[in-house]
């Protein structure tokens, strides 16, 4: 997927993208390749995947989950990495306001790069644990959205998100292939952390055979005050 063939997919899910998002994304790009020749941030680096596997599967929850996508609504991301998938949705939709959470200094250090050669505004970054954020007062049920992409296991993930999310708000999961097993195991886990699965989407990026699922859950009740436990607990000793 080229940078043309990207803009015209998202024209097909009644995306309209301006000439100055078209730039931001292709700054996106150099600065991507850049920074990762001299710190770890993907594996991917070809134009085509880049645009394919990064930048349009960040943005899917866009069309997929539209309805709860609102202008103005507070978004974490948990284990950004490189910025998927809120920096691409923050570009498609600048009223997002965004947090940022990641354990890696370096990383947040080429995201505060980033953030100020695409201009964008609302944008807070947070050096930690999920976990430990989790329990922080200022984050803690504090979103309308969150969401993670290729963090963990769907239980080990709900117990790192779901403790972000306002009641009434949502968790969005970005998965790859066939996540029903995942899905199935993090029942209790949802459960217990006051989330609720509203739908999960299974399909392919275009013009390829990549697999991905996306996972809807909303925050029905509040997160128990134990939860999530200390750094390292979730995915030693999942909810089961």
């Known amino acids: 997927m080229d940078p043309q063939q990207f803009v015209q997919e998202l024209s097909k899910h009644n995306l309209k993208i301006t000439k100055e998002q078209e730039e931001q994304f292709k700054i996106y790009f150099k600065e991507l390749i850049e920074t990762n020749k001299v710190v770890n941030l993907t594996r991917i680096t070809e134009e085509h995947e880049v645009y394919l596997k990064h930048f349009f599967d960040s943005v899917t929850p866009l069309f997929t989950f539209g309805e709860v996508f609102k202008d103005g609504l507070t978004l974490c991301d948990v284990g950004a990495g490189a910025g998927f998938p809120s920096i691409p949705l923050k570009i498609l939709m600048p009223s997002l306001k965004v947090t940022i959470v990641d354990s890696l200094a370096k990383r947040l250090k080429f995201l505060e790069s980033l953030i100020q050669k695409l201009n964008l505004t609302n944008v807070e970054l947070v050096h930690g ?9 200022k984050y803690r049920e504090a979103f309308d959205l969150v969401t993670a992409r290729a963090v963990a296991n769907m239980t080990v993930l709900s117990e790192y998100c779901i403790p972000l999310v306002k009641k009434g708000g949502y968790f969005i999961a970005l998965k790859g292939p066939k996540a ?18 509203i739908k999960d989407v299974e399909f392919t990026l275009p013009e390829s055979e990549e697999e991905r699922t996306l996972v809807l859950v909303e925050k029905i009740k509040a997160t128990p005050k134990k939860y999530p436990r200390q750094a390292g607990t979730p995915r030693r000793k999942p909810i089961v």
């Open 129 to 137: 644990r999920a976990e430990d954020v989790g329990q922080n007062p």
């Open 180 to 197: 029903t097993g995942e899905l199935e195991d993090s029942q209790k886990a949802l459960n217990v952390l006051g989330g609720k699965l």
